[in-house]
């Protein structure tokens, strides 16, 4: 049994990423972090000097600049990858028609109508009791 899941994994394609050196990539990241401080800082630094849509279009361009550099780390390049995968596995879902999702809505609803109902009355004969017991004078 071990033996088949180690020959399954073998077979399997892996899509190797390069990776960038780890001094690069630790520069890309600082450079993440120095684009957004600057973001931020600057938003309120330059609050009395520019107007809002000059800081927004600022903080825009360095966020744009952040994500970019962040974009081509290790860890962004598998991230991309990631989500390049998932929308083609979503390409793949049957979605329900139109009629069988109105239904299994339907059918939630009802059903929670009838569990929230249920447990009211639960809880009623609950409070119920524990008030008739807590009246009783020994």
Same mark, same amino acid.
């Given at each position: ?6 020959? %399954? ?10 990776? %960038? ?8 990241? !600082?450079? $993440?972090?120095? &684009?957004?401080? +600057?973001?931020? !800082? ?12 000059? #800081? $927004? $279009?600022? @903080?825009?361009? +360095? ?5 970019? &550099? ?8 598998? +991230? #991309?990858?990631?989500? %390049?995968?998932? %929308?083609?596995? +979503? ?21 929670? =109508? !009838? ?10 004969? =609950? @409070? ?11």
């Amino acid at each position: 049994m071990a033996t088949e899941i180690v020959d %399954k994994k073998k077979n399997v394609p892996e899509t190797v990423v390069e990776g %960038k050196s780890k001094g690069l990539n630790t520069l890309l990241w !600082i450079l $993440v972090v120095v &684009f957004f401080a +600057a973001a931020a !800082i600057g938003n309120v630094y330059f609050q009395k000097v520019y107007s809002l849509p000059i #800081r $927004v $279009v600022g @903080v825009v361009i +360095a966020l744009v600049i952040a994500f970019a &550099f962040a974009a081509i780390t290790n860890q962004g390049t598998k +991230a #991309r990858t990631f989500f %390049k995968d998932s %929308k083609i596995e +979503a390409q793949k879902v049957v979605w329900p028609s139109r009629q069988e999702a109105r239904q299994t809505t339907l059918i939630v609803i009802g059903v929670t =109508i !009838i569990a929230s109902l249920f447990f009211w009355a639960t809880d009623s004969i =609950i @409070v119920t009791v524990i008030n008739f017991l807590t009246d009783l004078r020994f």
